[in-house]
Each structure stands twice: as structure tokens, then as C-alpha cells.
């Protein structure tokens, strides 16, 4: 009697609109997930490496935050969709692959493009990018891993521990991340805010001032007068800054003292006349901040002399007082 060998049931193609949009998901998912991560490694070695300005790390939080929910939806439909992922696929779900395979490998190909292009101009350009490392760098984390994602959706059934392995290298890579953003670009802006508001505040009285000379021919008496005055609010703008500027006022940290200098008037041409005002202006600032080139002029700053624009320069904790000045024509 001949003995029968047992019949091994095959897993079933499982073909319901559920599994197509788990799929597409999970796709999706972990693409926004790498897209996340890249940007949040870009900020971390922009910040480390000192070439970008401070307002620049602000929105980091936001890109931690965009890590931390779409890493584990990317995980949960992931582990879903892959109890079916050996099976033949359908129609709809081979269309969802060979999409996404396409859009992944067009991703980390530019990311290569990109990759290469920064490299070759950093060797030989004569004044290369002072963002140069992040754009090597940032280049080289979307190449890894969207190549990443398309083995691992090409190839599936290579190793079934592909799936689990891809998943831990992800999670490992954004804990990396998230941890170096905390103690670096995220840290900063959270300790120094209320001393990002004080300089910006400075610039604030700055242009303000400037307006109030050159409406009446003169310094305001004190801060408070020129943030009173009407004319000078209506060219002066932004009525949020301008309350913290006045709390900053009343608080100490902002201190103005006019006519350091005698006013200096000149003919200006055959009717007019010029008038320069002196004046020095300082904030208490309780961190240090560093260069910020959203504020930065192209015109070089004498710190033993009066400027017309208040130095952008990085600053140390304490009082940092400025010598500016402001031209008021008649």
C-alpha cells in the first residue's frame, strides 16, 4: 500500500480592500517616516556643524514630533500587512508595489544625484557651500535609507527577518536622531527663547527708533516714548513684538540711553540738511546666542564705532550694550 504524503495548504491570497490600503499605508508611511528622519538629521548636523541660523532649529520640535507618530503607524501597518506579504499578490496590490517601488528607487537615485553633485562641487568649487556637510550628509541618509525601503519591499521573501530587521534599524536611527535634536537644535531654542525674543526685541527698538528720528528730527526721550508714539507705530509693524518689547522694557532687560554723542547736522546737497543721532542700546541677556544671519547685513560692523544696524554677532551671557546711530533728513 502505497503511503500518501500530507497535503501542505498554501497560505491563501487574502484580496480585500483592506489589505490594499494597509499596504498603501505602510508604503506611505514609511516613506513620510524617512522623509522626517532625513530632515531631522539635517538640522542636527546643520547645528552641530554652526551653519545655520537660530530661527532655523525652531521648527525641529515639529519635525520630532512628525518622527514619533508616523514611526509607529509606519510599524503597525507594516506588521500587518506583512502576515500576507509572502502570498501572491493581486492585481490591486501589485499595482500599490510596483507604484511605490518605482516612486522609492527615483527617490534614493536623486538622493545619489544629489549625493554626487555636492561632493564633486565641494572639491572643486573655489568658495563651496558653508552647508556643504549637510548637504553631503543629509543626501547620504536619504540614499541609505530609501534604498532600505526598496529592498525591503522588492524582496520581501529574501529573509523573513528582513522585515523585523528593517523595522529595528529604523526605530534605532530616529531614537539616534530624536536623542542628538534634544541635546542639540532642540535644547537651544527651548533654553534660549526668552533671549531670541530680547534680540529680536532690540532689533525692534532699532528700527523704531529710527523711524521716531527721522518723523521728529530727534531721539525719543526714552524707549517707552517711542513705542507710544503713533506715527512711529504705524511704520513700525508688529504690535505682538511690540508688547514684549515693552515687558522686556519694564523688566530691565532693554536699556536705552539717548544722545550719547552730540547730533552732527550737514548740508545735504543745495537746500537740505542732515542730522546724525547717537545713542546706545544694551540687553541682559541670560544665555548665550549664536550668529544670526537672518539679521546679518552685508556691510561690515565697527564694534568701536557707531553703526547704523544693530551686529547680529553672537552674544554672551550678560549685558551687551550697542553704539548705534540714525540719520533724519530735512
Request: glycine share 6%; hydrophobic share 45%; aromatic share 12%.
Amino acid at each position: 500500500m502505497v503511503n500518501k504524503k500530507p497535503t501542505v495548504k498554501k497560505k491563501s491570497t487574502v484580496n480585500t480592500p483592506t489589505l490594499v490600503v494597509v499596504q498603501w499605508l505602510s508604503y506611505v508611511f514609511w516613506a513620510l517616516t524617512i522623509i522626517a528622519i532625513s530632515y531631522v538629521v539635517s538640522s542636527v548636523i546643520g547645528f552641530y556643524a554652526d551653519v545655520y541660523t537660530t530661527t532655523y532649529f525652531e521648527p525641529v520640535a515639529y519635525g520630532l514630533v512628525a518622527v514619533a507618530i508616523l514611526l509607529p503607524l509606519a510599524v503597525l501597518t507594516d506588521s500587518f500587512y506583512g502576515r500576507y506579504e509572502d502570498t501572491h499578490k493581486s492585481i490591486a496590490t501589485s499595482v500599490v508595489h510596483v507604484v511605490h517601488s518605482v516612486l522609492f528607487a527615483l527617490a534614493a537615485i536623486g538622493a545619489l544625484i544629489s549625493l554626487a553633485f555636492f561632493s564633486v562641487s565641494l572639491l572643486v568649487a573655489t568658495t563651496p557651500s558653508p552647508t556643504a556637510i549637510v548637504d553631503i550628509s543629509t543626501s547620504a541618509v536619504v540614499f541609505v535609507l530609501f534604498a532600505g525601503l526598496l529592498l525591503r519591499i522588492t524582496r520581501p521573501t529574501l529573509h523573513r527577518f528582513l522585515r523585523k530587521g528593517f523595522r529595528i534599524d529604523l526605530a534605532i536611527i530616529s531614537v539616534i536622531a530624536i536623542g542628538f535634536a534634544i541635546a542639540g537644535p532642540v535644547g537651544y531654542t527651548v533654553t534660549t527663547k526668552s533671549d531670541r525674543q530680547l534680540r529680536d526685541s532690540l532689533f525692534y527698538v532699532s528700527s523704531t527708533i529710527g523711524t521716531y528720528a527721522n518723523l521728529n528730527y530727534k531721539l525719543p526721550d526714552s524707549l517707552g516714548a517711542a513705542l507710544k508714539d503713533e506715527q512711529s507705530r504705524m511704520y513700525g509693524g508688529d504690535d505682538t513684538l511690540r508688547g514684549t518689547t515693552r515687558k522686556l522694557d519694564s523688566e530691565g532687560k532693554i536699556t536705552y540711553t539717548p544722545n550719547t554723542q552730540a547730533p552732527v547736522t550737514e548740508s545735504d546737497g543745495a537746500s537740505g540738511t542732515k542730522t546724525t543721532y547717537f545713542y546706545e542700546l544694551c540687553g541682559t541677556f541670560t544665555n548665550a546666542l549664536r550668529k544670526d544671519v537672518v539679521y546679518a547685513y552685508p556691510i561690515a560692523v565697527d564694534t568701536a564705532a557707531y553703526n547704523e544696524l544693530l551686529p547680529s554677532d553672537a552674544v554672551e551671557p550678560g549685558k551687551v550694550c550697542y553704539k548705534l546711530k540714525v540719520t533724519a533728513y530735512k
